[in-house]
């Protein structure tokens, strides 16, 4: 007998290595079945690439290729062999500032997908968790955020809170929740009606440990698949409110350079590759995402598969 | 289940008719969306009132206004909170304060822009639901068919996209030109100067210069929708009901039409509804990139500023319409389904 | 000429590169005003195999061998004869009594629709003839209006029955009608059934698990195991003195009460209906079959005429008559 077998052999485990062993077996299912998928794994090589590209901008062009003062090249100048993606209204490559964009549109859209995960399953699972008041007012508050719209109060939040990195994911973590909140919830509730939770219940386990110990593993594949489409959203969002002029204003996000080349006159000009390039990259990320997302709920739903 | 001794010809008087959603059910909806209006108003008025820091800075920051200005805010703001809570509620659209920028009460700047808005959304939104829909009937019944393949990653792929920069892509080639194709339509606006929009040549003119935002934001929405509607077929393809009909000897396409669309397309209208709040994002940036001087306009004028009393006001309105929509759509929904009128 | 002909018809699905034998040369016959019973477990092939009457089978399946209603092979029929011959000619009753009918359209509605489409009657002939049906299985006219999730289950089931018969059909095929339904609701809708199928004289094929039910409901019963039949023969002698083991261990499954005979026979089957794709050599069911022979395990025995019985078991074919 190997040394492997002795390992993968049930009896000598503790229960907590049963559980382990079959979520690694289940990840190990997920992954083939996952390769299997032609979108998803054209959306999985866009994203690496754009990753690959947000994390090694500093190495391909300075932080000074930012910079307004030091640009030397004429404006509005279309693409050729030493601009490839043409210039902006003031000289800078276009590709510098896509590059660049990069490290900020996904930071900023990850960042905020994940406070927006961390608030919607928080309260997804306690609105179908605890019942009568608490589950009540939860489930009201989760009602009236999601029929507000959002962009408009994503633009009150963003003027209270002023122009900065962390507010502007602070405004899109606080306003995209609802949707997950309520996807989780009604997951929630089925795990609810499920006899192991009712074996819990009659062992003694207090809310807290029902609540991450039995609902919080059974909803996390369905938080993750949604985690993938909310991340697309974000994106889009972020890209938005800079082009509403209401991004940091220190830092090159696409959305912002979309903002700038609009206030620049960049359509009258005809420069498409000012305002086309940072467009491609959000609908390339933005795509990526949402073809990942859509083959990962297929695999966790072969019933939604294709849709 | 009913009752084993009754007589079965008895227990059809049971389940009455019914045609129009009961009372409870209306009652219920409408008490959910003045909760929620409610909702909207408080938190408007604490939004802007609770943040750290001088409300007259924030409601004045970058702006000379003059010392008259500066002391009607302070008379406003520096009431009791539950003062002016009250003061609030008793007009929410005025804020209690003129609009900074315009110097003239919010609802008299904002009147006029309605309609533009109204006309821009409300056009896109019929072409958008009837293509999209139509669109999304034919790939969902043909699933995996050829149709279906194209017109899923076509959608997918407007669907990823932000409609602001779709609208100047579209504006840089069809309004400005480029390359073979010359600029065919306006840059922008809702009117030629000078023409009389209440005569036919007005009514052209209009159309010409909506030709473009309306396309942008149907091409944008119809793909939200289609993929909405297939989602929603693919759910109902299965359906037993849709053997029973089938057996019955309908063909293909009347099985479609009768049986499977009438029921997709109940769960689409409600998303559709819910989805509202994404149409009037689109609206705001869509406006702002053609110069239509609608609410949008008006909402991306009152950011630089900001023009607070303005954009609250604006805020309201936004919510206010939203929730009425979902409100319709939810008695609508129990008028159209039999199923949800209790 | 028999209403309808199967002629040694087999199904075969294919899912992932994989076929699937559903069903595997089956042969039966149903004559005009017959009621024909076929018993098994679920994934026997029943349900398949009675799809193809009106052509109804999934299009991921393969068909071989005939369909023959009056006389004419539903197989290869163009498919505008096939949808003129649904419902007009033969019609169903289906298995999932709760989701066979649309739930967005009134009672009325659904019950006129075959009407207008195969008959070309008006739409205030088609409401008289709708609150004749609806009578017929015992409930109100007015039933009409309603739409079907305001209606109990037994209730939906009539009116799949009153909607089997809005054309008249020579022919009503019914797949586990009462399944679904509770035990005392069964036992009215199955009365409503067999009494206008008797009435009308119509042409019945009745699809259960139940082999008691089958019993007194049908003139002949065929038992299916594992896509073929294994035994034929009238009702009563079929539930009576089963000959295959299968169809013995069917039988014990619904004893009848005060029969004293049943009071210490073994009943219930070990093991499970084996996979179609997968099937053990020789006689599918011998690994389950208390008394499996050598025999059992080479060859698959084939259906053999007895009198007026057909049985697939070699210890039938060997003694004559088992019991």
Known sequence: MSTSEIHDNPARLSPRGIVRMRRRAALHKFTRSFRHSPSGMVGLCLLGVFVVVAVAAPLVFPRSALDVTQAIANPFQPPSWDYPLGTDDSGRSVLALVVWGARISLLVGLAATVLSMVIGTTVGISSGHFRGWTGGALDRVTDWFLVIPYLPLAIVLATVLGRSMLNIIIVIGVTSWPGTARLIRAQTLSVEGRPYLERAKALGAGHYHQMTRHVLPNVTPLVLANTTLAVSISILSETTLSFLGLGDPDNVSWGSILEQGFQAGAISQGAWWYLGAPGVCVVLVVLAFNLIGRAVEGILDPRAAGR | MPSVGTPPAHRGSRSTVRSHPTATYVVRRVIAAISTLIFVVLFNFFLFRVMPGDPIALYTKGRNVDADQIRLLRAALDKPLGEQLLQYLTNPFSAGVDSVKYNAPVWEVIGPHVWPTLLLVGTATLIATTIGVWLGIRSGWNRGGHFDKISTNVTLVLYSMPEFWFGMIILIVFAVGMGPVPGLFPTGGLTTPGVDTSTPAGWLDVAWHLALPVTTLAVIYLAEYSLIMRASIIEEAGQDYLQTARAKGLMDAMVRRRHAVPNALLPTMTLVFLNLGFVVGGAITIEYVFSISGLGSLTVDALSGPDVPLLQALFLLFSAAVIVANLVADLLYGYFDPRVRT | ?323
Not at chain 3, 119 to 146: D, F, I, Q, W, Y
Not at chain 3, 210 to 232: F, H, K, N, P, Q
């Open chain 3, 1 to 323: 000429m028999a209403l309808l002909e199967f002629d040694d018809v087999s199904i075969t699905y294919h899912s992932r590169g994989v076929d699937v034998p559903a069903v595997r040369g089956v042969t039966l016959s149903v004559a005009a005003g017959e009621t024909l019973g076929i018993a098994g477990e679920s994934g026997c092939g029943k349900s398949t195999l009675t799809s193809t009457v009106l052509r109804m089978q999934p299009k991921s399946a393969t068909v071989t061998g005939e369909v023959r209603l009056n006389g004419r092979n539903v197989l290869t029929l163009p498919w505008g004869q096939v949808r003129a011959l649904r419902w007009a000619e033969a019609s169903m009753v289906f298995q999932g009594a709760m989701h066979a009918l649309n739930p967005v359209q009134r009672v009325g509605d659904q019950l006129a629709e075959p009407l207008v489409l195969h008959n070309r009657v008006s739409a205030s002939k088609a409401a008289v003839r709708v609150s004749e049906l609806l009578e017929m299985v015992g409930l109100p006219a007015r039933s009409a209006r309603v739409y079907p999730h305001q209606l109990s289950g037994g209730q939906k089931q009539r009116v799949m029955i009153a909607m089997a018969l809005a054309c008249e059909p020579q022919l009503i095929v019914a797949d586990e009608p009462t399944t679904a339904l509770d035990v005392m609701v069964q036992a009215q809708v199955l009365d409503v059934l067999q009494g206008l199928v008797r009435e009308l004289g119509v042409g019945l094929v009745f699809i259960s698990h139940d082999l008691s039910v089958l019993s007194t409901t049908c003139d002949r019963i065929a038992v299916m195991y594992a896509g073929r039949v294994v035994e034929e023969g009238p009702a009563a002698d079929v539930f009576d003195h089963p000959q295959h083991p299968y169809a013995t261990a069917l039988a014990g499954a619904f004893p009848r009460v005060g029969d004293t005979r049943y009071r210490y026979a073994p009943s219930g089957l070990p093991g499970d209906p084996p996979f179609p794709g997968d099937l053990p050599v020789g006689c599918p069911f011998h690994p389950r079959c208390p008394g499996a022979m050598d025999e059992c395990r080479m060859a698959e025995p084939p259906l053999l005429q007895i009198g007026d019985r057909r049985s697939a078991c070699l210890r039938v074919h060997s003694t004559g008559e088992r019991s």
